[in-house]
């Protein structure tokens, strides 16, 4: 562990309060109390929190579904630990650590497994209980991982989402090297890091993005080949033309419905899809004999295990990750009204982080 001395709790913290959902969000930094941790918890003092395009379709008030009310958001937590609740024995206060997406109990039947992100008792960080949107938080010790020596905070909130459920759908697509991979959405924070994994890997990376301003970063990421949709051929037509009616061996989609029909033309036989995304909850048709008959898999991939996150750390501290950080803002009224504007822009390639000033 890389213990550092910390300094005294106080009583009282600044946090994001999602005051009205719209378009733009009505926001506001109130005064909360510091939450106490609990039996197996851990107080948090939260260095950095990436701003997840969940924040952002809770905040414009697109998702809605389990959302609690006057929840804290942020689930790409980096933060130290300060207090230990009752229990907690495996972490020391100065840790640097990072967070799972789930605050998981690690004791149930998942977390057992390695599916800690699909924890029986666990609740969404930022989702269901509050996240790091604040100076401080309280999470289980079982979803937390100690940060890799020797990076900042800002690179490390990002490590399990969005770089770890990126190598998940790396993993669930079965990329290999001398694969060609199909990632939608390739400029935003899922799809950039889906590009360097797969790329790193000996992939044939076909980036698809709706930011032509982004071209120049992807190709710097690993991919082979940058595909601006918009009007002219569609994807599928593209891809196959490129693969000489092959088509991709792999999708990496974080998109959704806006891309899906493509999605599926574009793959050849026994293609895989690894779903991450989904922008706007709309109905995606799928026509069933064009699964059956291509051998076609879909698989969905909705978060990081424990074991996922360890790897990216694991990585990051050799030097073989590095996480794609767009922007630093501060976590004030104006910093995530600008971080709000840059994603409903399309702006950034990789993710904006939030740091407390």
């Known amino acids: 562990m890389n213990a550092m001395t910390v300094s005294p709790v106080p009583q009282t913290m600044r946090a994001l309060s999602l005051v009205e ?49 006057g929840v804290i958001l942020g689930h790409e937590i980096a933060g130290t630990v300060v207090a230990l609740g009752e ?21 149930c039947t998942r977390c057992q497994t390695g599916r800690e992100h699909r924890c029986v008792n666990g609740a969404g960080i930022g989702h269901v209980r509050d996240g790091g949107f604040a100076e401080f938080v309280t999470l289980p010790e079982a979803a937390l991982v100690a940060a890799p020596v020797g990076i900042d905070p800002q690179h ?39 590009v360097l994994l797969a790329a790193s890997k000996g992939a044939e990376v076909i980036a698809v993005t709706s930011s032509p301003d ?3 970063g992807l190709e710097s990421l690993g991919a082979s080949m940058v595909i601006e949709v918009g009007d002219g051929p569609d994807l599928a037509e593209i891809v196959l033309a490129v693969t000489d009616d092959a088509g991709a061996d792999v999708v ?51 978060g990081v295990s424990r074991r996922t996150l360890e ?46 000033a």
Request: proline share 8%; hydrophobic share 45%.
């Open 87 to 107: 229990g907690a024995s495996a972490l020391r206060t100065g840790d640097r650590v990072v967070s799972l997406l789930t605050a998981a109990c690690g004791r």
């Open 311 to 356: 790897r990216c750390v694991e990585m990051a501290a050799a030097g073989e990750l590095e996480p794609v950080l767009a922007e630093i803002l501060p976590l004030t009224t104006r910093g995530v009204q600008e971080a709000v504007r840059m994603v409903a822009e399309r702006r950034p390639l990789g993710r904006v982080v939030l740091t407390p």
């Open 21 to 69: 959902a719209g378009n733009p969000p009505t926001l506001a930094v109130v005064e909360r109390g510091v939450p106490t941790p609990g039996p197996g918890e851990v107080l948090l003092r939260v260095d950095a929190c990436g701003f997840c395009h969940h924040d952002y379709l809770v905040m414009t008030g697109t998702l809605r579904r389990g959302v609690t009310p």
């Open 252 to 302: 990496i989609d974080t998109v959704g419905p806006p891309v899906w029909p493509g999605v599926l033309r574009c793959l050849g036989q026994y293609g895989r899809v690894a779903l991450l995304g989904d922008v706007t909850g709309e109905p995606a048709p799928v026509r069933l004999a064009e699964v059956i008959f291509r051998d076609l898999r879909l698989s969905g991939v909705s």
């Open 214 to 216: 982004k071209l120049a």
């Open 156 to 194: 490390a909130a990002l490590l399990a989402c969005p770089a770890g459920v990126a190598l998940s759908g790396v993993e669930a697509g079965e990329v290999a090297a001398g694969d060609t991979v199909v990632i939608t959405g390739a400029g935003g924070g899922l799809g950039s890091h889906a």
